[in-house]
C-alpha cells in the first residue's frame, strides 16, 4: 500500500510540475525576464572577451552543481544513493523524470525525433554538474580506510551485538542493547567492527546505520535531534524529503513576515509527533526492505545527563513497539543512570577492566631495542632500576588511552631514547593523560627547591580536595616509584612509624632528572629541551676513545671531550657523566696505549686549570668494576706514563700534579672498599722521584706548589709516600734557590712573582707539611 501510494503521489507531482511549468513559460513577463537575462549573460560575456559557449556551460554546469547540493539538503537525494533506485520507496527525483519525460514527448512530436544530440550536447555541462559530487562521494568509498585498531573485548562483544541483531527471535520486534564501560574502552570500536560485519553479510533487510553523538545536547531539544539524526541517517538510502521541514527558525522568520510568506509557511511546516513520525518512519523502513540501528553515545557526557535520559527513555521505550528500528545505547557504568537503562534496554554487554601489562612490556621491548639495552646498562653501571608496568596500567582505563600514550611515547621517543629513563617517561605521561591533579602536585614537588620533609597524610591534605575522590595508594605509589617516600625519616625523628615525603633518597644516576634540570624539563614537555647535553653524545665519544677505530677518530673524539670539558655550558654535564660510567668504559674498553697517552696528554693541556684538574680527577675509579689487567691499567701503574708524564711538565698547572696522585689513589683499598691490593704507592713515588730528579726550575715549582698547598686531601696524599722518598723531599725543597724556580712557581699560581721572604714562607709551609706527615 505504502508503495503504491508512493508512486502515485510522485507521477503526479510530475504532472503538476509540468503543467506548472508550461503556464509559466506562456507567461509574458517571465518571458520578458529570461530574454533580459539572456541578453544580460551574452553583454557580459562579450564585454569580457570571454566565449559565450565557455560561459554558458561554466554556468550549467554551476546550475547542476546547485540543484545536486539543494536536492541534497532536502533529502530528495543523497550522494551515496545517487546511482541506487529503491523500487519499493522510489525518489523524488522520479517526479523529476517524470517531468522530463512528458517535456521530451511533446518535444518529439514538434521535432519528429525523441532525443537529438544537439540537445544533449546542449546540457552535457548540466548533466556533469549533477554526477560531479556523487562521483566523488563513489571514488571516495572506492578508496581503503585503515580499519579501527581492536583487541579481544573489543571482538567479544562485537561478535555479542552482531549475534543479538541476528537473532530471529528478535527480528519481529525493536532491539534494544546496552554497552557499559569507562570512556575510551572499545564500546565505537565494537559497535562498528559488529555493523561493519552485519553490512558485509548483504543480506535483506539492508542495514542503515545512524550513529548518534549526544554530547552537548541540550535536554530540551535531545528528541528533535535524534529524529533529525535518523532522517539523515535514512537519507543514505531512500528520500526522506516527506518527512523533513525548514528548520524551526526559518518558519519564525517567516510567520514574521508579509501575508503571502506567511501562508507559504504554513505549508511548509508539518508540525507531527515524534510518536506519529516514528510510526511513518517504521512503515517506511518495512517498506523499503531496511532496518535501521541507532547507536546513541555520550549522553552521559553532559551536565544534565539525567534528565537528558529521562527525556529520551519515553521515546526509545516507544520505539520497542516499531518492527525494523533497533538501538543500541552506549555510556559509562553510572549508578544513578541504573533503573532507567535496565528498563529501557533488556540486553546489557559490559566491558571488563582491560589490563595493560603485556602492551606496556611490549611497548618497551619495541622502542628499547638490544643497542639501546646496552647503552642504558653501560651508562648505569648496571644498576637496577625497576619499571612500574603495574602502576602505568593502574592509570590507563581504557585501549583509548594506551593508544594514544603508546602514539605520545613513540613520537617522543626519537629524541628522549637514551636521554631519560623509558618508565620515568611513561609513567608521567600517563599521570598527565589520565591523572592530572597527581600530575600537577607531583611537579609542583619537583620544582619546589626549599621543600624538605612531609607526612604523606598532610601531604595528600595539602595538594589533594577531597572532591578528586583518589586513591591514596596510588598516590603513595607514584611518589614511591620517583624516591619520594621515606618511612625512617619519621623514625630517626623519635615520631614513630610514619610514611613521609622527602626528598633525601632520590637517585643520583646519569639520567635522574633530580640531578638535572633539563631532564625534568624535557620528561615534562616531551621534547629534548636541551640540544648540548644530550648523553648519548658523551657516550659515544667514550666509545669512540675506546674502540679499535683509526687513529684519527679516537684523536678527534678526545678533542670532542676536552672541548666539551672546557665549554662552560657543557662541563659539568661531560665530567659528570665520565664520573660516573666514562671512567669504566676507559678504564676497561682501550684497546691501545697511544690513546691512553694521548687522553692524559689532552686533558693536561686543557686551556683552562680548574677544569683540566677536574677532567683529571674524573679518572679515579669508582668501584671495583674495572680490568686490572687492562691496557689503561697497566700503562697506568708502568714506568712509561711516569716519563711520558715528565715530559708534559711545562703544560702542568697548579693543580695537575695534584690530580695525577689523586688518580693513583683512588685505588687504595680503603677508598675502594676491597681487600685486593694494587700496588698504587710505586707509580706516586715513581713519579715524585722524577721530577726530583728533573733539576729543573719547573720541576722544582711543581713539587714546592704540591707540598706547600693547603688543599684538605694534600697531607692524605703526601702519607701514601715512604719516609725515604718524603725525607728526599724535604732536602730537595731546602735546596730551592733558583730565581727561575721562584719565576715558575709565579707562572703556575698565577700570581706576581713572590719575594725572597714570601717565597722562603713558601718553603717553610712545604716543609712543615712533611715534618708533620713524618711525626706521624
Wanted: aromatic share 10%; net charge neutral.
Amino acid at each position: 500500500m505504502v508503495t503504491f501510494s508512493r508512486y502515485t503521489t510522485l507521477i503526479l507531482y510530475g504532472v503538476i510540475t509540468y503543467i506548472l511549468f508550461l503556464i509559466m513559460s506562456s507567461v509574458t513577463i517571465i518571458q520578458e525576464l529570461l530574454l533580459a537575462w539572456t541578453n544580460l549573460l551574452q553583454k557580459t560575456f562579450n564585454a569580457s572577451n570571454f566565449t559565450p559557449s565557455y560561459g554558458y556551460a561554466t554556468l550549467l554546469f554551476l546550475a547542476g552543481f546547485a540543484v545536486n547540493k539543494i536536492a541534497d539538503n532536502f533529502s530528495i537525494y543523497n550522494s551515496k544513493r545517487y546511482w541506487q533506485f529503491n523500487w519499493r520507496y522510489p525518489s523524488l527525483m522520479l517526479s523529476v523524470t517524470c517531468t522530463i519525460a512528458i517535456w521530451l514527448f511533446f518535444e518529439s512530436r514538434e521535432t519528429g525525433s525523441l532525443i537529438s544530440l544537439e540537445l544533449v550536447l546542449l546540457y552535457l555541462p548540466l548533466i556533469a554538474g549533477l554526477v560531479f559530487l556523487p562521483a566523488l562521494e563513489l571514488l571516495k568509498t572506492r578508496i581503503e580506510t585503515d580499519k579501527p585498531k581492536s583487541n579481544d573485548s573489543t571482538q567479544h562483544i562485537a561478535k555479542q551485538i552482531e549475534e543479538t541483531l541476528c537473532y530471529e527471535k528478535n527480528k519481529a520486534k525493536s532491539t534494544r542493547i546496552l554497552i557499559c564501560g569507562p570512556f575510551g574502552v572499545g564500546k565505537t570500536t565494537a559497535i562498528n567492527l559488529a555493523v561493519d560485519k552485519l553490512k558485509n553479510k548483504k543480506e535483506l533487510p539492508k542495514l542503515v546505520h545512524c550513529n548518534i553523538d549526544l554530547w552537548g545536547v541540550e535536554a530540551e531539544s535531545i528528541i528533535q535531534y535524534v529524529l533529525d539524526e535518523v532522517l539523515i541517517a535514512l537519507s543514505s538510502e531512500i528520500d526522506m524529503c516527506k518527512f523533513r521541514s525548514l528548520p524551526s527558525h526559518y518558519i519564525s522568520a517567516m510567520n514574521a513576515g508579509n501575508t503571502s510568506s506567511k501562508i507559504f509557511a504554513a505549508f511548509m511546516h508539518k508540525p507531527t509527533s515524534p510518536d506519529a513520525l516514528l510510526k511513518s518512519l517504521s512503515d517506511v523502513i518495512n517498506t523499503a526492505n531496511l532496518r535501521l540501528l541507532v547507536t546513541i553515545q555520550d549522553l552521559d557526557r553532559n551536565q544534565k545527563a539525567l534528565d537528558s535520559l529521562h527525556a529520551l527513555a519515553g521515546l526509545l521505550d516507544r520505539l520497542e513497539e516499531l518492527q525494523g528500528i533497533d538501538y543500541i545505547f552506549a555510556g559509562e557504568n553510572r549508578p544513578e543512570f541504573s533503573d532507567t537503562l535496565l528498563r529501557i534496554c533488556p540486553i546489557r554487554f559490559d566491558f571488563f577492566i582491560p589490563n595493560f601489562i603485556k602492551q606496556i612490556n611490549e611497548l618497551e621491548s619495541e622502542l628499547i631495542d638490544a643497542d639501546m639495552q646496552e647503552y642504558y646498562q653501560r651508562a648505569l653501571l648496571d644498576q637496577y632500576i625497576p619499571g612500574c608496568p603495574q602502576l602505568i596500567n593502574q592509570l590507563l582505563p581504557s585501549f583509548r588511552a594506551l593508544h594514544t600514550l603508546e602514539e605520545q611515547i613513540k613520537s617522543a621517543w626519537l629524541e628522549l631514547g637514551g636521554e631519560v629513563l623509558f618508565y620515568d617517561f611513561v609513567l608521567l605521561q600517563a599521570l598527565k593523560n589520565n591523572n592530572p591533579s597527581i600530575y600537577d602536585a607531583l611537579i609542583v614537588l619537583l620544582n619546589n627547591k626549599s621543600f624538605k620533609s612531609q607526612p604523606l597524610t598532610e601531604f595528600i591534605a595539602d595538594n589533594f580536595s577531597p572532591d578528586d575522590n583518589l586513591d591514596k595508594e596510588l598516590i603513595k605509589s607514584c611518589l614511591d616509584y620517583f624516591h619520594l617516600i621515606d618511612i625512617f625519616k619519621a623514625i630517626e625523628e623519635g615520631k614513630g612509624r610514619e610514611t613521609n615525603v622527602s626528598k633525601d633518597n632520590v637517585p643520583a644516576h646519569v639520567l635522574s632528572f633530580y640531578k638535572y634540570e633539563h631532564i625534568i624539563s624535557s620528561l615534562i614537555e616531551g621534547r629534548l629541551t636541551t640540544k648540548k647535553l644530550k648523553q648519548k653524545h658523551v657516550f659515544e665519544t667514550l666509545n669512540k676513545i675506546a674502540s679499535g677505530g683509526s687513529r684519527y677518530i679516537k684523536n678527534q673524539a678526545i678533542t670532542d671531550l676536552c672541548a666539551a670539558v672546557e665549554d662552560n655550558e657543557t662541563s659539568g654535564f661531560w665530567l659528570e657523566s665520565i664520573k660516573h660510567y666514562g671512567w669504566h668504559i676507559l678504564y676497561n674498553e682501550i684497546k691501545d696505549e697511544a690513546t691512553v697517552k694521548q687522553l692524559f696528554e689532552k686533558a693536561i693541556n686543557v686551556r683552562s686549570p680548574r677544569k683540566s684538574l677536574e677532567l683529571l680527577t674524573s679518572f679515579i675509579v669508582k668501584s671495583e668494576q674495572f680490568d686490572p689487567e687492562s691496557v689503561f691499567m697497566k700503562y697506568l701503574l708502568s714506568e712509561r706514563i711516569i716519563n711520558d708524564l715528565f715530559e708534559q711538565r711545562t703544560s702542568f698547572t697548579r693543580g695537575t700534579l695534584f690530580a695525577l696522585l689523586k688518580v693513583y689513589k683512588g685505588f687504595s683499598p680503603r677508598r675502594r672498599f676491597s681487600s685486593e691490593q694494587i700496588d698504587y704507592k710505586i707509580p706516586m713515588k715513581n713519579l715524585i722521584l722524577q721530577f726530583i730528579d728533573g733539576k729543573d726550575s719547573v720541576s722544582e715549582a711543581i713539587l714546592l706548589y704540591l707540598f706547600s698547598n693547603d688543599a684538605d686531601d694534600i697531607p692524605d696524599l703526601v702519607s701514601a709516600l715512604d719516609i725515604e722518598t718524603l725525607n728526599k723531599v724535604r732536602s730537595f725543597i731546602v735546596n730551592i734557590k733558583s730565581k727561575d724556580t721562584r719565576a715558575s712557581y709565579s707562572k703556575i699560581v698565577k700570581r706576581p712573582e713572590a719575594s725572597d721572604s714570601e717565597f722562603e714562607g713558601i718553603k717553610n709551609d712545604a716543609l712543615k707539611l712533611i715534618s708533620r706527615v713524618l711525626r706521624f
